[in-house]
């Protein structure tokens, strides 16, 4: 029996910051996909938060221009308004 599956396709968003990095931890917050420090901790070691396509458990996780977070079949690419030029 073959079984035919469609997966939803996700929903993008843009998230700017003004820093040169946010972490992942500070970045659930910021965006209101967690509350409270704690239901991010428990978000990010539970795997149901994806940083560039993989699971990830590090809540001190650097995110920088062009990563992509991935939480509850939205995408976040992380769009840095800092100028990097030295």
Same mark, same amino acid.
């Given at each position: 029996?073959?079984?035919?599956?469609k997966a939803? $396709?996700?929903?993008?968003?843009?998230? $700017?910051i003004? /820093?040169?990095?946010? &972490?992942? &931890?500070? %970045?659930l917050? %910021?965006?209101?996909?967690?509350? /409270?420090?704690?239901q991010?901790?428990?978000?990010? &070691?539970?795997?149901?938060i994806?940083v560039?396509g $993989?699971?990830? /458990?590090?809540?001190?996780?650097k995110?920088?221009?062009g990563?992509v977070?991935s939480? %509850?079949?939205?995408?976040?690419?992380?769009?840095?308004t800092v100028?990097?030029e030295?």
């Open positions: 029996m073959k079984i035919k599956v939803k $396709e996700h929903k993008k968003e843009k998230a $700017e003004n /820093t040169d990095y946010i &972490q992942l &931890q500070a %970045f917050k %910021f965006m209101g996909i967690a509350e /409270t420090g704690g991010a901790k428990e978000l990010i &070691q539970d795997g149901i994806r560039n $993989e699971s990830c /458990t590090a809540r001190g996780k995110l920088r221009n990563d977070v939480a %509850f079949s939205v995408d976040y690419e992380i769009v840095s100028n990097n030295n």
